[in-house]
């Protein structure tokens, strides 16, 4: 019994350590900083308690993030789950060709934001990009893009969902395959009409992967850096700077290394918070066979 | 259900996924062809999607003038090393997770999972200064290293494995078997495909690493690959910028993961939506 004990913590232990080193330190470390004053060049700093608290919460950058944050998060995580879906619908029952269109909507999410950034810079110009292009077709005024703070963060949530619908997308698919067919051949007999048996049928014996998705989509969501970084650096005058970039800047450009973690630890407690509350949530609607 | 669908629907079906892939494959497209425009034809009105000429030659030149080389290997070190030895460490302790169980084994998971719900960022600025202590910052090694608590593939990886029938491990317990050999003629033989889904998923992420890298490595030649492509976009600035050689690079900088993603999208979105069972 104690043989097994001790493979078992050798086969753990390299996995474990570099949790403990990259993930769980850091995670104490950072809280510990965020009561400091350390500019991380003097190697001196002083115990400052709540003051980056109080300090952040009166600091209209912080609270503009937090909006932004939230705007982004919803603007993203709502249209994903929803088209992301509505694909899946259209690739139930595999079919000759369905793998080639699955590949094109997935696509995006293999490349790296860098590349494909810089085309979407294009459709996003003002005076001649396609984005305007496409509006004017349409009947409507040309807008901004990401020039304007009006639409700068509109422009930053089209590219994200574009980028990773595929991926809600693929696990929709593979959940919608394992809904019993009996089930719905059940409610056909009962009379049930194709909306009522997706309303009364799939939605619910979908839920726990629309759950799984929403908390995916949320942790991923919240740490989007690249586009944001590329497309617009947080601007024009803070309207795409969501608390992920804040951090970044107050970190990496600023060195107010205890504001910065202060900073981190309200994006922790967002997400725990988050996911306790759709966990509540989940507990009433979703449905574990 | 499984009657044959109206060809009418089928027809209308086939249309509409053609619109959207067309949506989805546009920037690409566009990116590609860009590659033999001149900077007028970018920005004519209205658009023409071809190109006048095809400068094969000329673009083929420019490619190795990019010097991207030095940025793809890099990427790729990180990618597929970094991937593999992460394998490794995760295999090792899913298995002994699974197979190997103890009292805390389940608790021990959920702590794990716990980790996954948080986001990795707001560890950046302990972990660049732990890095910094074991003298690997700016280094690949640190890169990779800092990449190995890999929870969604412990995730993935034991929801894989606790499908393996138990049959197998316990007659083969039953021989005599040991760990080692259980784990690579049992285990790893019934799980390949949950196995090549995490390799391609996370040379993806890792190919295209971006914020991490750049807080990290400063030298550029051990940029990745995203890190050298903004880089080139920067030394041009926003307005000299020769579009035909940006589009160029963007391509180069995008092929290589694409080529690895065809390869292994036979394994990778049935291994998706096959093996990811939530319960």
Redesign the interface.
């Known amino acids: 019994m104690k043989k097994?004990?001790m493979?078992?913590f050798w086969?753990?232990s390299?996995?474990?350590a570099?949790?403990g080193?990259?993930?769980?330190?850091?995670?104490i470390?950072?809280l510990l900083?965020s009561f400091t004053d350390w500019d991380y060049i003097s190697p001196n700093f002083n115990w400052v308690g709540l003051y980056n608290y109080r300090d952040i919460v009166t600091d209209p950058d912080f609270t503009g993030a937090l909006v932004n944050t939230v705007v982004f998060g919803v603007g993203t995580i709502l249209p994903t789950i929803a088209l992301g879906l509505g694909?899946a619908i259209?690739f139930k029952?595999k079919?000759k060709?369905s793998?080639?269109?699955?590949?094109?909507?997935?696509?995006?999410?293999?490349?790296?934001?860098?590349?494909?950034a810089?085309?979407?810079s294009?459709?996003y110009e003002p005076d001649?990009g396609?984005g305007n292009?496409l509006l004017e077709f349409l009947g409507l005024e040309p807008i901004g893009w990401l020039h304007s703070s009006d639409t700068a963060m509109l422009g930053i949530i089209i590219f994200t969902v574009?980028k990773s619908v595929?991926w809600t997308m693929?696990?929709y698919?593979?959940?919608l395959?394992?809904v019993p067919?009996s089930a719905?051949?059940a409610a056909?007999l009962d009379g049930c009409n194709a909306w009522q048996r997706f309303y009364h049928i799939t939605l619910p014996l979908i839920s726990?992967?629309t759950y799984?998705l929403m908390?995916i989509n949320l942790?991923q969501t919240?740490?989007v850096?690249?586009q944001i970084?590329?497309m617009t650096q947080g601007g024009p005058g803070g309207s795409t700077t969501t608390l992920?970039y804040l951090?970044?800047e107050k970190?990496?450009q600023n060195f107010q290394?205890g504001s910065?973690?202060a900073v981190?630890?309200v994006?922790?407690v967002i997400?725990?918070g988050l996911?306790v509350l759709s966990t509540r949530v989940s507990q009433r609607f979703v449905h574990?066979e | 259900?499984?009657q044959r669908?109206p060809k009418i629907v089928?027809a209308l079906?086939?249309l509409?996924?053609?619109g959207?892939?067309f949506v989805?494959?546009f920037?690409?497209i566009?990116?590609f062809l860009?590659i033999f425009k001149t900077n007028n034809e970018?920005?004519q009105?209205p658009?023409k999607l071809l190109p006048e000429n095809y400068p094969v030659r000329e673009a083929l030149e420019a490619a190795v003038n990019l010097g991207f080389e030095n940025y793809i290997l890099n990427s790729f070190i990180v990618g597929i090393l970094g991937t593999l030895l992460m394998l490794?460490?995760?295999t090792?302790?899913t298995?002994?997770?699974v197979f190997?169980r103890?009292r805390y084994s389940e608790a021990?998971f959920y702590l794990?999972l716990g980790?996954?719900?948080?986001?990795?960022?707001?560890?950046?600025?302990?972990?660049y200064?732990?890095l910094a202590n074991m003298n690997l910052l700016d280094t690949l090694t640190g890169l990779i290293?800092?990449n190995?608590?890999n929870?969604f593939a412990?995730f993935y990886l034991r929801q894989s494995f606790k499908k393996t029938s138990i049959e197998y491990i316990e007659a083969a317990k039953i021989d005599g078997a040991s760990?080692r050999r259980i784990l690579w003629h049992v285990v790893l033989p019934l799980n390949k495909s949950a196995l090549y889904t995490v390799f391609v998923l996370t040379f993806?992420q890792q190919?295209?690493n971006?914020?991490w890298p750049s807080?990290m490595i400063n030298s550029q030649e051990k940029y990745l690959?995203?890190q050298g492509?903004?880089q080139f976009?920067i030394q041009d600035g926003a307005y000299g910028m020769n579009?035909s050689e940006?589009?160029l690079?963007?391509?180069i900088?995008?092929v290589p993961?694409?080529i690895v993603?065809l390869l292994g999208?036979k394994w990778f979105?049935t291994g998706?939506?096959?093996d990811?069972?939530?319960?």
Do not use: C
């Not at chain 1, 080193?21 to 995670?27: E, G, N």
């Not at chain 1, 793998?99 to 494909?116: D, E, G, K």
């Not at chain 2, 980790?115 to 972990?127: D, Q, R």
């Not at chain 2, 990811?276 to 319960?279: A, D, N, R, T, V």
């Open positions: 097994e004990t493979k078992r086969m753990m390299p996995f474990l570099t949790l080193l990259f993930w769980i330190i850091p995670l470390l950072g900083i694909f259209l029952n079919f060709g793998r080639l269109y699955q590949m094109a909507i997935f696509s995006p999410w293999i490349t790296p934001a860098v590349a494909v810089l085309v979407w294009w459709i001649r396609y292009f574009w595929g693929l696990f698919i593979g959940a395959e394992r067919v719905y051949e056909t726990p992967t799984f908390i942790i919240i740490q850096y690249d970084q590329i992920l951090y970044y970190a990496f290394m910065a973690n981190a630890v994006i922790l997400i725990l996911s574990y | 259900m499984n669908q089928s079906k086939h509409l996924l053609m959207f892939s989805f494959l920037p690409f566009w990116m860009g970018i920005w009105q658009y490794v460490v995760v090792l302790f298995y002994a997770l190997v103890g021990l794990v980790t996954y719900m948080l986001p990795s960022a707001v560890t950046y600025v302990p972990s200064i732990i290293l800092s190995l608590p929870v412990v760990h993806v190919y295209n971006y914020m807080i690959i995203s492509l903004r976009f579009w940006v589009m690079a963007s391509t900088a995008i993961v694409v993603f999208q979105i998706i939506t096959e990811s069972g939530l319960k």
